[in-house]
T-cell receptor, first 116, second 114 residues
Framework: EAGVAQSPRYKIIEKRQSVAFWCNPI?????LYWYQQILGQGPKLLIQ????????DSQLPKDRFSAERLKGVDSTLKIQPAKLEDSAVYLC??????????????FGPGTRLTVL | AQSVTQLGSHVSVSEGALVLLRCNYS??????LFWYVQYPNQGLQLLLK??????LVKGINGFEAEFKKSETSFHLTKPSAHMSDAAEYFC????????????FGAGTRLFVKA
């Protein structure tokens, strides 16, 4: 079974530029998550989709971050414009069921973003 | 609101020694608890999870954790450390607050000395 795929793996941009990350979850997984992991901290949920609907985006900085999950499969996360404090690893994860409490989340390798 | 505290950002043990990584949680409702491991330049991988069945949970790679409600703890242990166990470990709690949300701790980096 193929895992969660993410691209690119690394990205370096200057502040105020735009950037987009792509995620392909495990086939058949209904729930998709985007996390931000700042160096030295645990992952923080940015947005959670169930199929192509948003379940939770309470911690997504909506003035600069946006995400979509077209057709309930792939997802893109965009930052526009980027700030220095956006430097982090962006992790995508997916789970089989509808985001229930016991769901195991399967994580991709992440995209390391550096904003200069 | 629920939260997770991992005691010790870094833990160092000798190969063959006991591994103990501490996790305490705060939740007003019965929680589900997880331990994930992250190897360098990789995503997180589930080690084990507590789902309100047995309080002693066994996971992969010889790890286990015990849910202690009275102490609000879910510490991770392994009897004998191996060099390959060197990684970052995250404790997480998932509770139903009108929809399940998973909160991760800050992580504990485990170093294993030869």
């Amino acid at each position: 079974e193929a895992g969660v795929a993410q691209s690119p793996r690394y990205k370096i941009i200057e502040k105020r530029q735009s950037v987009a990350f792509w995620c392909n979850p495990i086939s058949g997984h209904a729930t998709l998550y985007w996390y931000q992991q700042i160096l030295g901290q645990g992952p923080k949920l940015l947005i959670q989709f169930q199929n192509n609907g948003v379940v939770d985006d309470s911690q997504l900085p909506k003035d600069r971050f946006s995400a979509e999950r077209l057709k309930g499969v792939d997802s893109t996360l965009k930052i526009q414009p980027a700030k220095l404090e956006d430097s982090a690893v962006y992790l995508c994860a997916s789970s089989y069921r509808g985001g229930g409490g016991t769901d195991t989340q399967y994580f991709g390798p992440g995209t390391r973003l550096t904003v200069l | 609101a629920q939260s997770v505290t991992q005691l010790g950002s870094h833990v160092s043990v000798s190969e063959g020694a006991l591994v103990l990584l501490r996790c305490n949680y705060s939740s007003s409702v019965p929680p589900y608890l997880f331990w994930y491991v992250q190897y360098p330049n990789q995503g997180l991988q589930l080690l084990l999870k507590y789902t309100s069945a047995a309080t002693l949970v066994k996971g992969i790679n010889g790890f286990e954790a015990e849910f202690k409600k009275s102490e609000t703890s879910f510490h991770l242990t392994k009897p004998s450390a191996h060099m390959s166990d060197a990684a970052e470990y995250f404790c997480a709690v998932s509770v139903n607050t009108g929809g399940f949300k998973t909160i991760f701790g800050a992580g504990t980096r485990l170093f294993v000395k030869a």
